[in-house]
């Protein structure tokens, strides 16, 4: 659930620079609903899907979103924390026309065909088909808010501006009002988020922008009939704890779609593959096996599963980025201060996922020092999960065999990558496993990383013993 837009250079600005230019050109205005549609009817009929980035809503969030733009609906998002609502909507603006003419000087994106301001109305009728037009990139067509308590009327619709007024002009003078961030979205699409946190009777404003499509600016009669597709975002639980969407502004929306958290760890892998900030630094190359990202992604879904994390709160899929980001650097910390330059992740760099992991999650526990405990035991799963994916243990005999007498491995932070290797000489029947891992990739540091996720793998599946003290471990027999 995750939307990378590829940037691309904007078309050129079109030609007109007048009213009456435009009207030579044939450009024809038309709402924004219907703009979006015809443009997503565009893309459904040529084969290209809406949103080609968006990861793991295909069969559920999609098609319902779909639906509400052919249909025209005011859309509300509910879904927990990190579901990509608002990227959602952000990615939107992808459907709008790339150019759209506006009365020059306009706040509120006039249409030149049919002015609602009073300056623009005021510069037709004066200049005619001489007016000038400006040209706004889809880009600048988006609005949003975060909604707090604090927020205000004046912040989303508009209010008397007194240093206007200072200046001269009568009170009655609709050119004396500050416009809201609304209108001045006018010919757009504008989203609230955490709808719920906002006030009660601020959430009565924009009952008019919904319905009638216009704003009422205290009591002036102005009557400002906006053009405006409205996008709203919620945590269910919100409508509960924090505040309430009122119910007659839940039914001026067309379409309510619940978001969810990636479905399997294919596809959180690749949501946190593309999200994640890669390390980049002179002479050093970062290699993450698969089994070690999969075991970030395993951890994140076995802590959605795990009752003693709140999931009201939820477990947000910037947890998978984070950790990931967060194994790269401390394998990246390891392999520098041993003179490497090659960066592999092991299981040895696992324990440096406390750090962006427990401000992320909630525990359900009253006992103080529990966090760490149920962390722990929930990586350690994730681990043994992944481990049995790839490996069978009973494949694994020689391996165990070869810790029957006093043999001892060292693991851990300062452990090198040649230590492993040797140990792969010592150990043949380690060999078509480690191959099975990592293919051809025989480079010292991935042949180190395999290794240490299969001794960890026969410990967690106790076929091994494992004795950690600091940084530092030993594996064992277990006889």
């Known amino acids: 659930?995750?939307?990378?837009?590829?940037?691309?250079?904007?078309?050129?600005?079109?030609?007109?620079?007048?009213?009456?230019?435009?009207?030579?050109?044939?450009?024809?205005?038309?709402?924004?609903?219907?703009?979006?549609?015809?443009?997503?009817?565009?893309?459904?009929r040529s084969g290209q899907p809406l949103f080609p980035n968006v990861l793991g809503y295909e069969d559920t969030v999609l098609p319902q979103l779909e639906n509400a733009l052919l249909a025209g609906h005011d859309v509300i998002f509910l879904g927990e924390r990190g579901q990509a609502k608002t990227r959602m909507i952000r990615s939107l603006t992808g459907l709008l026309d790339e150019w759209m003419p506006i009365v020059a000087g306009s706040e509120i994106n006039d249409d030149p065909y049919n002015p609602v301001s009073?300056?623009?109305?005021?510069?037709?009728?004066?200049?005619?088909?001489?007016?000038?037009?400006?040209?706004?990139?889809?880009?600048?067509?988006?609005?949003?808010?975060?909604?707090?308590?604090?927020?205000?009327?004046?912040?989303?619709?508009?209010?008397?501006?007194?240093?206007?007024?200072?200046?001269?002009?009568?009170?009655?003078?609709?050119?004396?009002l500050h416009y809201g961030l609304v209108p001045r979205t006018n010919r757009g699409i504008f989203a609230i988020n955490e709808l719920p946190d906002l006030a009660e009777r601020i959430q009565v404003g924009l009952l008019n922008v919904l319905e009638e499509r216009d704003v009422q600016v205290r009591g002036y009669k102005v009557r400002l009939p906006l053009d405006v597709m409205l996008f709203g975002s919620a945590n269910p639980e919100d409508y509960t704890n924090r505040g309430r969407i009122i119910t007659p502004l839940k039914d001026r929306f067309g379409a309510q779609i619940r978001t969810h958290y990636p479905l399997d760890v294919e596809t959180e892998v690749t949501i946190a593959l593309q999200e994640a900030r890669p390390l980049v630094a002179d002479g050093v190359s970062v290699t993450v096996p698969h089994f070690m990202t999969e075991i970030i992604a395993e951890f994140s879904q076995l802590a959605r599963r795990s009752p003693h994390i709140n999931q009201r709160s939820g477990v947000s899929v910037r947890l998978t980025v984070s950790n990931l980001e967060t194994l790269v650097a401390n394998a990246a910390r390891r392999s520098l201060s041993q003179g490497d330059t090659e960066v592999v992740p092991?299981?040895?760099?696992?324990?440096?996922?406390?750090?962006?992991?427990?401000?992320?999650?909630?525990?359900?526990?009253?006992?103080?020092?529990?966090?760490?405990?149920?962390?722990?035991?929930?990586?350690?799963?994730?681990?043994?999960?992944?481990?049995?994916e790839y490996v069978a243990v009973e494949n694994l005999r020689g391996v165990v065999e070869a810790f029957d007498g006093d043999r001892i491995v060292q693991a851990g932070e300062d452990v090198s990558a040649a230590e492993y290797v040797a140990l792969l000489a010592e150990v043949p029947a380690l060999e078509p496993v480690v191959a099975s891992l990592i293919g051809d990739d025989r480079s010292p540091a991935m042949v180190a990383s395999a290794v240490e996720f299969i001794l960890e793998g026969l410990h967690l599946s106790k076929r091994l013993n494992k004795e950690a003290v600091g940084a530092r471990a030993q594996y064992r027999g277990r006889s």
């Not at 109305?121 to 040209?135: Q, Y």
């Not at 996922?353 to 009253?366: F, M, N, P």
């Open 118 to 176: 009073k300056h623009a109305r005021d510069l037709v009728a004066e200049l005619g088909d001489d007016a000038p037009i400006d040209w706004v990139n889809r880009e600048d067509r988006f609005g949003e808010k975060l909604a707090t308590p604090d927020t205000s009327i004046a912040d989303l619709i508009g209010e008397v501006d007194p240093i206007k007024v200072a200046e001269g002009r009568y009170l009655s003078d609709e050119l004396t």
């Open 346 to 388: 092991r299981v040895c760099d696992l324990d440096a996922l406390a750090a962006s992991t427990t401000g992320k999650l909630e525990i359900e526990t009253i006992e103080d020092g529990r966090e760490g405990q149920i962390v722990d035991v929930i990586l350690k799963s994730a681990t043994l999960s992944i481990f049995r």
């Open 1 to 44: 659930m995750s939307d990378s837009t590829t940037a691309s250079a904007p078309a050129a600005r079109p030609a007109p620079t007048t009213l009456g230019a435009l009207r030579a050109s044939g450009w024809v205005s038309r709402p924004v609903k219907e703009e979006l549609r015809a443009n997503a009817i565009e893309r459904i």
